[in-house]
C-alpha cells in the first residue's frame, strides 16, 4: 500500500526535516509512527497524503509513484484524521459531514446518522453548532469525516487526544473494525497504548530518522531481561523473588504456601523508545 | 462543477454567518439616503458671488453677474458677510484677487471664475459637456465614489473576515486532502465576493441613477466593478493567507486602504494634482468606473490587458499562499 524507500524532505537549505527515511506498510495493516514533536512524522504524513511536494528518495502509494498519485482518484481512498477537529464551527455535525462528504461519489459514501451513531456521538446535538460541542464531541465528528468515504487508508494523528478513556476505548475499537474491513491505517502518535494495543509493527522516528522499526511485541521481547517478580506467602510471612524465566520451567523453584501475584520485567513499548531514542515522547 | 456549487453553497452560509451580508445591505441604505436626502439637496453650491472695486472704470466689459462695490470698505465688509465670495480690486488698473479665506492650489477655481466674468462671453463661455443635468451629475458622481469604497474598504474587509474564521478554525487543511482541484476553493470565493459586489452595484444605481439612467450604464459600470472586485477580493485573501492574525491585517488594512483611497480622491475630485498619479493602477480603476457612470467606458485595450495581467498574477500569488497555508502545522 505504502513503499517508502530513502526519503528526505528539507524545509529551506539548512532545515532537513527527513533523512532518508525507509519503511512499507502492507495492505490491511495498521502501522504506528511513534516521534516527539518535531521528529518529522507530520512531515512525513504530510507528503504522503500529498501536502507538501518537493521530497527526495522514492514514495510509491497505491503502487503509484507519488509524483503522480495525488489524484482526485488518490483523494476519493483516504481518509485523514488530523491532529485538531477541524470544522466549521457556525454549521451542525449534520451540515459539516453533509458538506465534506460532497466532494465524494455518492456511491462510495457511507450513512453520516449510522457513522455517527458508531461514534456515540449525542443525539440531541446534532443539529446544533459545532462551537457548542466538547472537544471530545468535535473529535467524534472529525473521525466521521475521515470515515465518511469508507477509505481504503487511513491517516490518523493523535486518534485518541482530546477523549476520555471510554471515547479513547471506543475510537479503538473503530480503529480495530477498519483493520477487519481491509483498511490500511498509518497512525501518527504520542500515545504508547494505542500504538501498542492497535498497531501491527511500529516505526521509532526521531530528528528524521527512523531508529527502531518491528511489531511492538518483537521490539519489547527483544528488549527483555527475561525475567520475572514473584510475590508470595511462606510460613506466614509475604516474600518476594526475582527468578530467570527458563527456571520456571521445572516449575515455581522455591518453597511457597501461596502465590499472590507474577510479574514479567518485559519493559513497555515507552520504555523502548525512551531507549532508541534517548528521548520521551513529550 | 458539483465540487464548485458544494463550495460556493459553503461560502454562502459563511458570508450570512459572518454577517457580512447585512453590513452591505447597511452600507446600501446609508448610502441611498446620504445621495437622496442629503448630497443632492445640500451639496448644490450656488456660483460665487464676485465683487468689483474700479473706482476708476478700468475694466470694460465685466459681466452682468458681477456686484461692483464703491469703496474697498464696502468690498471688504461684503466678503465678511459672503465668506464664499471673491473680491476683485481693480483700483490700480490690474484686477487683484481678494479672497476672505482660501487655498492656494484648491481656490484656483474661484479666482480664473471671477477673472472670467471680466472678459468679453464668447472666448470664455463655459463648454458643456454631456447631457446630464446638475442633478444627475451629482448622483452618479457619489455612486461612483461610494462604490468604490465599497468595494475598496468594506468588501476587502469582508472576504478578509470569512477566510480569517475558516484559517483559524483550522479548516482551510481539510480541504488539502478532499478529492477536489485546489484552485476551485479561490475562485469560489471570488465568485461570492463579485456576485455579491455586482449586485450592490445593480442596486446603488438603480436606487439613486434612477430606472433609465441605468439601463444605459449598467454593462460598462459592471464590467469596471468586476475588475475592481477581482482585484480588491484577491488582494484581501493574499493578505489573509500571508498574515497571521486579524489584528495584522489591520494594520494592513489601513495601509492599503489609505494607499488606495487618499490619493485617488484628491486627484480625481479636487484641484489637487499629483504627476504620478497616471502610474497609480487604482486610479485608472476609479476613473474607468466614473467614466462608466458618464457614458463614456473606457474602450483602450491597453487598459483591458493591463488590468486582466494584474488579476492574473494576483491569482497566482494567492494560489502560492494558499497552498503554503494548507501545509501549515495545526
Known amino acids: 500500500m505504502i513503499e517508502v524507500k530513502n526519503l528526505t524532505f528539507s524545509y529551506g537549505k539548512d532545515k532537513q526535516a527527513l533523512h532518508g527515511l525507509n519503511f512499507t506498510v502492507g495492505d490491511g495493516e495498521i502501522f504506528g509512527f511513534l516521534g516527539p514533536n518535531g521528529s518529522g512524522k507530520s512531515t512525513t504524513q504530510k507528503i504522503l497524503t500529498g501536502i507538501l511536494k518537493g521530497n527526495g528518495g522514492k514514495v510509491s502509494l497505491f503502487g503509484q509513484d507519488i509524483a503522480t498519485a495525488h489524484t482526485q482518484d488518490f483523494f476519493q481512498k483516504i481518509g485523514v484524521l488530523f491532529e485538531f477537529p477541524y470544522l466549521y464551527a457556525n454549521l451542525s455535525a449534520i451540515d459539516n459531514l453533509k458538506y465534506?462528504?460532497?466532494?465524494?461519489?455518492?456511491?462510495?459514501?457511507?450513512?453520516i446518522g449510522e457513522v455517527l451513531e458508531e461514534l456515540e456521538f449525542k443525539t440531541d446535538f446534532l443539529k446544533k453548532p459545532v462551537s457548542s460541542y466538547s472537544k471530545g464531541m468535535r473529535q467524534r465528528v472529525s473521525m466521521a469525516r475521515a470515515l465518511i468515504n469508507n477509505p481504503k487508508l487511513l491517516f490518523l494523528d493523535e486518534p485518541t487526544s482530546g477523549l476520555d478513556p471510554t471515547g479513547a476505548v471506543l475510537f479503538r475499537k473503530i480503529i480495530e473494525e477498519e483493520r477487519r474491513k481491509g483498511t490500511t491505517i498509518f497512525l501518527t502518535t504520542h500515545n504508547m497504548l494505542d500504538a501498542d494495543l492497535l498497531c501491527d509493527r511500529v516505526a521509532f522516528i526521531t530528528n528524521g530518522n527512523i531508529v527502531a522499526l518491528d511489531t511492538p511485541k518483537r521490539l519489547k521481547e527483544q528488549n527483555s531481561s527475561h525475567r520475572i517478580v514473584t510475590t508470595y506467602l511462606y510460613q506466614g510471612r509475604r516474600e518476594e523473588k526475582t527468578i530467570e524465566i527458563p527456571e520456571l520451567e521445572a516449575g515455581i523453584p522455591f518453597p511457597h504456601d501461596e502465590i499472590i501475584s507474577i510479574h514479567s520485567e518485559e519493559p513497555t513499548l515507552e520504555d523502548m523508545f525512551i531507549q532508541y531514542t534517548g528521548r520521551g515522547l513529550s | 462543477m458539483k465540487n464548485f456549487y458544494s463550495?460556493?453553497?459553503?461560502?454562502?452560509?459563511?458570508?450570512?454567518?459572518?454577517?457580512?451580508?447585512?453590513?452591505?445591505?447597511?452600507?446600501?441604505?446609508?448610502?441611498?439616503?446620504?445621495?437622496n436626502f442629503g448630497y443632492i439637496n445640500f451639496m448644490d453650491m450656488q456660483l460665487y458671488n464676485v465683487y468689483l472695486y474700479d473706482p476708476q472704470g478700468t475694466q470694460q466689459e465685466v459681466s452682468e453677474l458681477i456686484r461692483p462695490v464703491a469703496s474697498l470698505e464696502e468690498l471688504d465688509d461684503a466678503l465678511l458677510a459672503d465668506t464664499n465670495g471673491v473680491g476683485i480690486d481693480a483700483s490700480s488698473g490690474t484686477p487683484n484677487i481678494i479672497l476672505y479665506f482660501g487655498s492656494e492650489k484648491v481656490d484656483n477655481h474661484r479666482a480664473d471664475y471671477a477673472?472670467?466674468?471680466?472678459?468679453?462671453?464668447?472666448?470664455?463661455?463655459?463648454?458643456?459637456?454631456?447631457?446630464?443635468?446638475t442633478e444627475q451629475k451629482q448622483r452618479k458622481e457619489m455612486s461612483c465614489e461610494l462604490l468604490f469604497i465599497e468595494i475598496v474598504a468594506v468588501g476587502f474587509l469582508g472576504i478578509a473576515s470569512v477566510l480569517f474564521k475558516e484559517k483559524q478554525m483550522g479548516v482551510i487543511r481539510v480541504h488539502a486532502v478532499l478529492p477536489l482541484k485546489r484552485s476551485l476553493f479561490v475562485l469560489s470565493?471570488?465568485?461570492?465576493?463579485?456576485?455579491?459586489?455586482?449586485?450592490?452595484?445593480?442596486?446603488?444605481?438603480?436606487?439613486?441613477?434612477?430606472?433609465?439612467?441605468?439601463?444605459r450604464i449598467l454593462p460598462a459600470v459592471l464590467v469596471q466593478t468586476a475588475i475592481l472586485s477581482l482585484i480588491m477580493a484577491l488582494t484581501g485573501f493574499g493578505c489573509?493567507?500571508?498574515?497571521?492574525?486579524?489584528?495584522?491585517?489591520?494594520?494592513?488594512?489601513?495601509?492599503?486602504a489609505l494607499f488606495v483611497a487618499t490619493p485617488v480622491f484628491l486627484s480625481a475630485n479636487t484641484s489637487i494634482k499629483m504627476a504620478w498619479i497616471g502610474w497609480h493602477p487604482f486610479y485608472q480603476v476609479y476613473m474607468g468606473l466614473k467614466n462608466a457612470y458618464f457614458g463614456t467606458p473606457v474602450t483602450s485595450p491597453v487598459y483591458y490587458i493591463c488590468t486582466a495581467c494584474g488579476i492574473a498574477a494576483l491569482f497566482v500569488v494567492v494560489q502560492?499562499?494558499?497552498r503554503k497555508e494548507m501545509g501549515k502545522e495545526g
Open chain 2, 240 to 256: 489573509t493567507m500571508l498574515l497571521n492574525d486579524f489584528k495584522q491585517f489591520s494594520l494592513a488594512y489601513l495601509v492599503i
Open chain 2, 189 to 215: 470565493k471570488l465568485a461570492v465576493f463579485l456576485l455579491s459586489d455586482l449586485v450592490f452595484a445593480v442596486l446603488l444605481t438603480l436606487f439613486n441613477v434612477g430606472f433609465s439612467g441605468t439601463i
Open chain 2, 7 to 35: 463550495l460556493f453553497k459553503k461560502d454562502c452560509q459563511m458570508m450570512i454567518a459572518g454577517k457580512f451580508i447585512f453590513v452591505a445591505f447597511g452600507s446600501l441604505l446609508t448610502y441611498t439616503l446620504f445621495i
Open chain 2, 320 to 322: 502560492t499562499a494558499f
Open chain 1, 100 to 111: 465534506f462528504s460532497s466532494f465524494y461519489p455518492a456511491e462510495q459514501l457511507r450513512d
Open chain 2, 115 to 133: 477673472l472670467s466674468l471680466l472678459r468679453s462671453g464668447d472666448e470664455y463661455a463655459a463648454q458643456i459637456v454631456g447631457t446630464n443635468t
